[in-house]
């Protein structure tokens, strides 16, 4: 007989323990360093890309995760397996997991953006919900801090402009203090942020937290309309000065039978090419993670948690069910595209953008891609075989011959060389300066919506040069009122006569219960292959309500 290995006597005195303390769990705890610097998040001093899924346990047929308890760990588990197989490293919740539901997400590996359910639609103010929101949160961080897989905290979703102001902005920025002071100190390091509607709260100082986190869907109006989800995105970064990294913790498209606009009544193909045209707007806004929206039908947002209505926001889900008792779901053709999309995510190079003889390289692999090739014109300028999965950074050098409209075709290959994903990023090239044309935009009121009832947006083109118009030019008011976009529309562009300006020009009435506005124009310009949407944006306050939480 041989010798007991001290690895087996080690097995046998962690049985003892167990045994001795009545068989309950013994923790085994592998720590993650989570830091937040250059406006990215680094686990264990690698650079991370939160690839992450909107999850809700209590989401599936007859369940109301807001009214019932629903604990369902054998499900949870296996939708852990599910998302962690399809190369998911997070998920994002929106109200508090429980400790033994926690425990299931750090057993399958995954991360977590923690949300913690503070009602959006309260007074901030108020000391009685100050004081509940408090006991809330110390509460949850009493077990949250005890597992490495929670690596950012969510405490509030989707607050509304008139709620803001009709509670106060001060107040509202002490309520978010308060509660990050107390995630901060009980469970330090770990960043907390809100997910704001990029629509709605682009106004908010998002550099109050420690992330900025938007919600947004681009349902082909708004500022969404004007600039392009990508413009949108990066203008809200540009407003938070880029000082701390962003998350998109909301996107997707409902498959409704029934909506108007792209808000429901999408196929199930325009689901699956929309997700991953967002995803690539996210990638190219500089978001740091993406939490499409989101793993499950919530069959109780239309008030009836045993039937599947047909309203938009019970639809967005990446598996769907085929009826009451179907507790497992199939997933949509979007599930299988995100899947193969993530395998190896491009930050850099980003299309619309514009490089000289060096293009900076940076992607997010998975452990399946074990080679990467970039090709021009069928020609390989760059391939590297990949040593291990995560960030891999280096430079493409390629001198451009003049001004260069380059579709560059990233090919991404597993052990035996077949390819798992290609994707093709348009970008300028170009060693001498490019001359974009100009869309600028002034306003009137142009420092404070009561000094005017009408706004009036005159809007002008310039410095076209070699590019071509390839759109009417979209204009929107967003007035901050709900969840509508606001009046918007579409002009046809003139053409210009011996490169003259072209100037248009739109006004409409501001509402009285206006606080504040973003006004917005944007059009796409074409070089060759290259397109690229420019846009201008101004914002503008009714008088100085915002202090304290906006900029």
């Known amino acids: 007989m041989k010798a007991t290995s001290i690895k087996g006597l080690l097995m046998i005195l962690l049985f003892a323990t167990i045994m001795a303390t009545g068989c309950k769990q013994v923790e085994v705890r592998q720590e993650t360093k989570v830091e937040v610097k ?36 054998s499900r949870m588990r296996a939708d852990m397996k ?79 402009t008139d709620h803001i102001y009709k509670v106060g902005a001060n107040e509202m ?67 938070n000065k880029n000082e701390k990294p962003m998350i998109i913790t909301e996107f997707g498209y409902s498959v409704s039978d029934m909506g108007w606009g792209q808000y429901g009544g999408n196929t199930m193909e325009a689901q699956k090419e929309g997700v991953i045209k967002n995803y690539r707007s996210i990638l190219d806004a500089g978001a ?25 926001e019970e639809w967005f889900g990446y598996w769907g069910y ?33 490089y000289g003889n060096t293009i900076p390289l940076e992607l997010f692999l998975d452990d399946e891609v074990k080679y990467v090739s970039v090709k021009l014109h069928d020609s390989i300028l760059f391939t590297q075989e990949v040593k291990k999965a995560g960030f891999l950074t280096d430079a493409i050098r390629y001198a451009p011959k003049g001004m260069e409209d380059a579709e560059l075709v990233f090919e991404f290959s597993d052990a035996t060389k077949k390819v798992v994903k290609t994707e093709s990023v348009f970008v300028l090239l170009s060693e001498a300066e490019v001359v974009l044309p100009k869309l600028s935009l002034t306003i009137d009121p142009a420092d404070n919506l009561a000094n005017a009832k009408k706004c009036t947006m005159k809007m002008t083109l310039s410095d076209l040069g070699k590019f071509k118009i390839v759109s009417d030019l979209q204009y929107n ?47 796409t310009v074409k070089y060759g292959k290259f397109t690229k949407r420019i846009h201008d944006q101004k914002m503008v306050y009714r008088d100085t309500w915002y202090k304290g939480i906006g900029r």
């Open 38 to 73: 250059d406006g990215w998040y680094f686990l264990n001093g690698e650079k991370y890309f939160i690839k992450a899924i909107g999850y809700e346990i209590g989401a599936r047929p007859g369940q109301d995760p807001y009214k019932e308890t629903i604990s369902d760990l």
């Open 82 to 160: 599910i998302l962690k197989d399809g190369g998911f490293n997070a998920i994002r919740t929106w109200s508090q997991l429980s400790e033994e539901q926690l425990q299931l997400v750090q057993e399958s590996g995954l991360k977590i953006i923690f949300g913690i359910w503070l009602k959006p639609d309260e007074d901030y103010g108020d000391a009685e919900y100050m004081k509940r929101s408090e006991e809330l949160v110390r509460k949850v961080v009493a077990y949250t801090k005890k597992y490495d897989c929670v690596i950012s905290y969510l405490i509030l979703n989707e607050p509304m």
């Open 173 to 239: 920025a002490t309520m978010l203090t308060t509660m990050k002071r107390i995630l901060n100190t009980e469970h330090p390091g770990i960043p907390v942020g809100i997910s704001g509607n990029a629509a709605t709260d682009d106004f908010i100082d998002m550099n109050l937290l420690d992330f900025y986190g938007y919600n947004c869907y681009d349902y082909g109006g708004g500022q969404v309309g004007t600039m392009g989800m990508g413009g949108f995105l990066n203008w809200c970064n540009q407003l």
């Open 288 to 312: 740091v993670g993406a939490c499409p929206f989101y793993y499950a039908d919530g069959w109780w947002k239309g008030g009836k948690p045993a039937v599947h209505d047909d309203t938009p």
């Open 322 to 354: 085929s009826d009451l008792n179907d507790s497992v779901g199939t997933p949509r053709p979007v599930w299988f595209a995100l899947v193969t999309y993530m395998k190896g995510l491009v930050v850099s190079p980003k299309n619309q953008e514009i």
């Open 477 to 523: 008011f967003n007035f901050h009122l709900g969840w509508e976009s606001g009046p918007e529309g579409k002009m046809v562009v003139p053409e210009s006569k011996d490169q003259k300006d072209i100037v248009l020009e739109q006004s409409n009435i501001i509402p009285e219960n206006c606080w504040v506005m973003v006004a917005s124009a944007g059009v």
